[in-house]
C-alpha cells in the first residue's frame, strides 16, 4: 500500500500508450510483433522488459530509441516524441554486442559521440576521462578494443553510452554475451554508476535473475504476440549485493516473475 | 629472448626453405633443357648464368652494361606504374564513395566495371594507345584501369560491412551523413582499400611492362622484346624477368607496411589487457 503511494506522486518520464507493432515478413504476411503495450516508466527508475526471444521486448526498447516508430499508439518522453530526444542528443544506448570502432583506442571510442556532438578536444578528453574511471578503465584509456576482455569491452560501451549525459539510457541485453562471473561484476558495478548518475535505465534481458536483482520493477512479456503480461514490484533494498540473490524474498519475486510470464505457444 | 629468436627463425625459415626448393625445381628445369636444347639459355638457363650476366660489367648496349640497362629502363617503366597506380587508386576510392552514396549509381556502372575488368591488358592496351596517341599516357592510363577495380570494388565491400549495430549507434548519437562517412565507413573500408592495393601493385608493374612492348620507345618492356628478338644478349631478358618479379613482390609487401603504420591497431598482435582480469 505504502509503495503505491509513494509511486503515485512520482514523475511520470515515459509513457506508452496502446503500442503495437506490425511487420510484413518475407513472404508478405503481417506479424504481429506487439499489441496493446500500455507503460508508464518513472524518473530515475531501472525497469527491466524481460521476455523469451519473439516477446517483442527489443522491438519495444527499440520504439523508445526512435529506431523504430510503432505502427499503433504512441510513446511520449516527456511532453517530447522520441525522435525530438534524440535529435537533442539525451539518448545514451548500450547494445548486446559492444560496437567498438577497432581503430580507435578506448578513449578516442568513448568520445566519438562527443565528437559528433561537437563538443570541444578539452571537454571531450575530460569527460572520457571520467567516464572511464567510472567504469574503472583509466588504465587501459590507451588500449585497442581487440586487446580487451569481453567484460572490459562491454564497460567502454557503458562508459560511451553515458559520456553524453543522456537522460534516458537503453539497454538491449548487454550482458547476455558475457560469462557468470564477469556478468555479476558488471551487476554490482551498473548499480554503482546508477546509484551515482541517477538516470532513468530501460534494461532489455531474457534472464528472469538479472532482471530482479538490477530493477525496481520488471515487465514481464510474453510472446505470439507479443504483449505485457504483468509488472512485478521488486522491493529489494538497496543498495544491493550479490548475497541478495540466496535471499527467500529474492526466490520469491523469481518465482513471481516466472508466475506472471504466460507462455502461450512457447 | 629465446623466444624471439625461436620466433625470427620461424619467420625465416620457411622462406629460406622455399628459395631452395625454387632454385632446385629451376635447376633440374635448366639441367634438362640443356641436355635437349640447342640454345638452352633462350629455354631455361642456369641460375648461375644469370647472376654472372648481372654483375658481367661487359658493355652489352649504348655503352651500359645488363643490370645496368635494366635498372635506368626500370626507373620510366616503375615511375609511370606508380603514377598509373595513384591514380587508379584516388579514381577507384571516389568511384566507390559515390556508388555507396547513391544505389542508382552503383546498379548502373558496376556491370560497366565487371566489363573493363574481363578484358584483357593486351586488348585494351592498343584501343587506349590509339585514343591518346602517346604511349606514355597509355602506359598510366593502362595502369590505372587495372588498379581501379580491385581498389573500388574493394572500398565498396568495405563500407558494405559495416554492422547496422554501427548505423544504429549513429543514429542515435543524431550524426549527420558527413559523421557517418568520415567516422565510421570510411576508417572501416581502410583494410580493405589495403587489400586492393596488395593485388593491384604488382598488376600496374606487369601492366606497364606490357604496354612498354607495344611501342619502341625506352622502358623495360622495350628492352625485354629487343632482348627476345636477339637485338641484344638474351640474359637481359632474364634479368628482366627477375627484377620485375622482384618489385612486384616487394609494392605488395610495401602496402603491407603501408597498411601496419596507417592501422596502429593492426600491429598489436599479444592482447596483454586480456590476461588480466576484468
Redesign the interface.
Known amino acids: 500500500m505504502m509503495n503505491t503511494m509513494v509511486r503515485e506522486t512520482r514523475e511520470v518520464e515515459i509513457n506508452i500508450k496502446d503500442v503495437g507493432m506490425t511487420f510484413r515478413d518475407n513472404r508478405g504476411n503481417d506479424v504481429e510483433a506487439l499489441t496493446g503495450i500500455n507503460l508508464n516508466i518513472y524518473k530515475g527508475e531501472f525497469i527491466s522488459l524481460l521476455g523469451p526471444s519473439g516477446c517483442g521486448k527489443t522491438t519495444l526498447l527499440r520504439m523508445v530509441?526512435?529506431?523504430l516508430e510503432p505502427t499503433t499508439g504512441s510513446i511520449h518522453i516527456g511532453e517530447r516524441l522520441p525522435r525530438e530526444v534524440?535529435?537533442d542528443?539525451k539518448?545514451?544506448?548500450v547494445?548486446q554486442?559492444p560496437?567498438l570502432?577497432?581503430?580507435r583506442t578506448v578513449q578516442k571510442n568513448v568520445e566519438?559521440?562527443l565528437?559528433?556532438?561537437k563538443f570541444s578536444k578539452s571537454e571531450r578528453r575530460e569527460i572520457a576521462s571520467s567516464m572511464l574511471e567510472m567504469v574503472g578503465l583509466t588504465r587501459?584509456s590507451e588500449?585497442?578494443?581487440?586487446?580487451?576482455?569481453g567484460?572490459?569491452q562491454q564497460?567502454v560501451n557503458i562508459a560511451r553510452a553515458l559520456a553524453?549525459r543522456p537522460e534516458l539510457l537503453l539497454m538491449d541485453e548487454p550482458f547476455s554475451a558475457l560469462d557468470e562471473f564477469?556478468k555479476e561484476?558488471l551487476h554490482e558495478d551498473l548499480m554503482q554508476i546508477w546509484a551515482k548518475t541517477n538516470k532513468t535505465v530501460i534494461f532489455v534481458t531474457h534472464n528472469i535473475q538479472e532482471a530482479v536483482f538490477l530493477s525496481d520493477r520488471v515487465c514481464v512479456l510474453s510472446p505470439h504476440p507479443g504483449r505485457l503480461s504483468g509488472i512485478v514490484e521488486v522491493d529489494l533494498p538497496r543498495p544491493r549485493e550479490i548475497a541478495v540473490k540466496s535471499s527467500a524474498r529474492f526466490n520469491e519475486l523469481v518465482l513471481k516473475v516466472r508466475n506472471t510470464f504466460d507462455g502461450g505457444s512457447l | 629472448m629465446m623466444n624471439r629468436i625461436w620466433g625470427k627463425t620461424r619467420t625465416i625459415l620457411p622462406l629460406l626453405l622455399w628459395i631452395l626448393l625454387f632454385v632446385a625445381v629451376w635447376e633440374v628445369g635448366a639441367l634438362l633443357v640443356e641436355a635437349s636444347k640447342r640454345t638452352p639459355e633462350n629455354v631455361l638457363p642456369h641460375i648461375y648464368q644469370i647472376i654472372e650476366a648481372a654483375l658481367n660489367p661487359k658493355k652489352v648496349s649504348s655503352g651500359e652494361s645488363a643490370s645496368q640497362l635494366v635498372l635506368s629502363s626500370a626507373g620510366l617503366t616503375l615511375g609511370r606504374a606508380a603514377l598509373g597506380f595513384l591514380v587508379g587508386t584516388i579514381c577507384g576510392f571516389v568511384l566507390a564513395l559515390i556508388m555507396k552514396i547513391s544505389k542508382i549509381v552503383e546498379k548502373v556502372i558496376f556491370p560497366y566495371l565487371m566489363i573493363i575488368q574481363m578484358i584483357p591488358i593486351l586488348g585494351m592496351a592498343p584501343i587506349i594507345l590509339s585514343i591518346t596517341g602517346d604511349i606514355n599516357t597509355s602506359r598510366i592510363v593502362i595502369a590505372a584501369i587495372l588498379t581501379f577495380y580491385p581498389v573500388a570494388t574493394g572500398t565498396l565491400a568495405g563500407f558494405n560491412s559495416v554492422e547496422k549495430s554501427k548505423y544504429d549507434l549513429m543514429h542515435i548519437y543524431a550524426a549527420r551523413k558527413i559523421d557517418l562517412y568520415t567516422k565510421v565507413l570510411i576508417p572501416t573500408a581502410i583494410p580493405y582499400i589495403f587489400t586492393g592495393l596488395k593485388i593491384a601493385a604488382p598488376m600496374a608493374i606487369t601492366a606497364s611492362i606490357l604496354v612498354d612492348t607495344l611501342q619502341g620507345d625506352k622502358g623495360l618492356g622495350t628492352l625485354l622484346s629487343q632482348s627476345l628478338k636477339h637485338a641484344m644478349s638474351i640474359y637481359v631478358f632474364w634479368l628482366i624477368v627477375f627484377f620485375s618479379a622482384f618489385v612486384g613482390i616487394l609494392s605488395s609487401k610495401l602496402m603491407g607496411n603501408l597498411e601496419r603504420i596507417v592501422l596502429p591497431h593492426k600491429r598489436i598482435r599479444v592482447s596483454r589487457a586480456k590476461e588480466e582480469s576484468i
Open positions: 530509441a526512435d529506431l534524440r535529435l542528443k539518448l545514451g544506448i547494445f554486442s560496437v570502432f577497432d581503430w566519438l559521440p565528437e559528433v556532438m587501459f588500449h585497442y578494443p581487440n586487446q580487451l576482455s567484460g572490459m564497460r553524453v564477469t561484476k
